[in-house]
């Protein structure tokens, strides 16, 4: 189980609360403070059958209104929490909160399994920072 715990920024700068940063496939990402997170939802568009045999999506419940946990604070919950699976068929959209702990099993029986995952952002960026996609470039007076 894992949360997601970084954006994908334009460039790397420094802001106050950001931090520390990493490279995902030639984009900067960066960890935002908890009240950037909080105001993420992905949508995640099945283009591909998921069922529980596919490694379909598992979440622990409710988990995203806990805050930024640490690892030991995701393995209790993990041994306490009771996991719900999310199969899905072509078409299903399935929306959740970055912070929601959540795994995909490997498939037990391969199959495609791909996935749109759009993530929207009620939250704007301090003026050193932009969302890799979908803001426009700020200039600094």
Known sequence: MHQ?????VRERAEADGFG???VK??????????????RIVALRLHLDDCPETNGALRVLPTTHRQGKLSAEEIRAL???TPEVVCPAVAGDVLAMRPLLLHASSPARVPARRRV???????VV??????????EPARRQS
């Not at 997601?4 to 994908?8: K, L, M, Q, S």
């Open 4 to 8: 997601d715990v970084t954006i994908a």
């Open 78 to 80: 993990a041994d306490t």
């Open 116 to 122: 749109l995952h759009v993530e929207f952002a009620a």
């Open 20 to 22: 520390p940063w990493s």
């Open 125 to 134: 960026l301090p003026p050193t920072l932009a969302w890799a996609e979908g």
């Open 25 to 38: 496939d030639g984009t900067p990402h960066v960890q935002p403070p908890v009240r950037v997170l909080e």
